[in-house]
């Protein structure tokens, strides 16, 4: 079995989670991360490249001999990383920039599922103000306005009142989100429960990956602004294996038919936003790479090797059975600086990391850390996680938490009900 050098692009909480589980894999000779952060610092090398600068990537792709490229976040993918090293003939897991529409524009992903009747919400797109307006003053509210393309996840406004509605359509085509808010998707509000819903593809194939819950708004209960997500748990019972055929037959596999149909085949991981209603599971929104933090608790449960199937799927050629992972449970807890999702704190000392990596069963990663000689300082707004693995989500929980509180950071916070849902239904 040949082991391969392997490139991974991005430096959140999400790539140090695929840090670890591709250096884990028996295929992984030299894991390099560009930018990486001080947490895959330690699981391999982490070099200063510029992923918006293609002709340099390749360059670091020829001399390192890198068999194995994995984007961890959209911006490069929807900017045409992949399609640069496709043309060098350098494996890649993600999309080209044709097929990461999928994320880059809601309204392109509407119009796929309206053309094959993927369940999602009623919708209509606009570039005219007034348009946008007389169509949500007549459908009513609640009603979802969305900016169709990348807003770090905040172009989207669920309006309780018309006069909500009325401003978030207003603060979009006034520039809100500059070009990501030229044109608006307006759309019929769903009821129902959300869970995240990852599928791996290799262009023509979809194998069913894992679910998770995440939790977007910044405080206790799910109150406050939203933010990337403040902590998560896989697998998502609710989530059943029904519910998965389902998903798989009428979202994700229509969606690859026709993206391959439109010459734009997907490879990578598709991550669903679902819906759960009680008519069944309806597509909210499609990402193009892991969530973060879904991969924390994800990846340590996924029981193969991450760097075969990586390439499988970047070669077409994913293998038949799907994925096998461990029976436990993950849970995540996303320790943020004090201030985000506005402006964090940042340059506030941690201590006591050791502590909680030393507990059996719980990984800490680096979302948003600097190191300053032997003290580590908190750079971002999501700056660690810690991420627990036990027999069920109650005690995923319980561990995680344990954890937590034995480190030493006065300059942030995190939220102390990660998994409500699922620990109220039992598990
Ligand atoms: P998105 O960025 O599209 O995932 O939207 C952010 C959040 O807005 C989602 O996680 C949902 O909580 C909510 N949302 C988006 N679309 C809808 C919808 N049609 N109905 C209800 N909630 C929605
Ligand atoms: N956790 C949500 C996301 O990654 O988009």
């Known amino acids: 079995m040949d082991k391969l050098n392997i490139l991974l ?3 959140g909480g999400r790539e140090h989670a695929l840090a670890n589980a591709l250096a884990k894999s028996p295929r992984c000779a030299q894991l390099y991360i560009a930018p990486g952060n001080p947490g895959t610092a330690r699981v391999g090398a982490n070099v200063a490249l510029d992923p918006a600068d293609h002709p340099v990537v390749l360059t670091f792709c020829r ?8 984007v961890g976040p959209e911006q490069p993918l929807t900017g045409g990383l992949a399609d640069a090293l496709i043309g060098a003939e350098i494996p890649v897991f993600g999309p080209t920039a044709a ?4 994320e880059g524009s809601k309204g392109f992903t509407k119009d796929i599922c309206r053309e094959h009747r993927i369940p999602t919400a009623a919708y209509e797109r606009f570039v005219d103000r007034d348009r946008a307006l007389a169509y949500m003053r007549a459908q009513g509210a609640p009603i979802v306005i969305k900016a169709d393309g990348l807003a770090a996840g905040k172009g989207v406004v669920v309006a309780m009142t018309l006069a909500e509605a009325e401003a978030a359509i207003d603060s979009m085509f006034d520039g809100a989100f500059g070009a990501s808010g030229a044109e608006v998707v307006i759309e019929a509000f769903l009821e129902g429960e959300e869970a995240s819903f990852f599928a791996i593809c290799d262009g023509t194939r979809a194998l069913p990956f894992a679910t998770a ?3 977007k708004r910044v405080g206790d209960g799910d109150t406050g602004p939203n933010t990337g997500g403040m902590g998560a748990y896989s697998p998502a019972s609710i989530v059943t294996p029904v519910i998965t055929a389902r998903v798989m037959r009428e979202i994700i596999t229509p969606t690859l038919a026709a993206m391959r149909a439109r010459g734009a085949p997907f490879t990578g991981v598709l991550y669903a936003g679902l819906m759960l209603t009680k008519d069944g599971p309806q597509l909210i929104e499609y990402n193009v790479r892991f969530g973060d933090p879904e991969a924390q608790v994800i990846l340590p449960r996924f029981d193969g090797d991450l760097v075969e199937l990586m390439l499988a799927a970047a070669k077409g050629a994913l293998p038949e059975g799907a994925p ?3 029976s436990q449970a993950a849970l995540t807890v996303v320790l943020a600086a004090k201030g985000y ?6 340059g506030t000392e941690i201590r006591g990391l050791e502590r909680a990596e030393a507990m059996p069963g719980v990984v800490v990663t680096h979302a948003g850390t600097k190191r300053d000689g032997e003290r580590l300082l908190a750079s971002g707004g999501r700056v660690l996680n810690v991420t627990a693995l036990a027999d069920n989500v109650k005690a995923a929980r319980d561990k995680a938490y344990a954890a937590v509180d034995v480190i030493d950071w006065p300059g942030g916070f995190c939220r102390r009900d990660i998994g409500w849902r699922e620990v109220a239904r039992g598990k």
């Open 9 to 11: 692009i991005g430096s």
């Open 63 to 70: 001399e390192k001999q890198i068999g194995l490229v994995v």
């Open 99 to 102: 097929a990461a529409q999928l």
């Open 213 to 215: 819950q995440d939790h």
């Open 324 to 326: 096998r992972f461990a």
């Open 341 to 346: 999702p506005g402006t964090p704190e940042t």
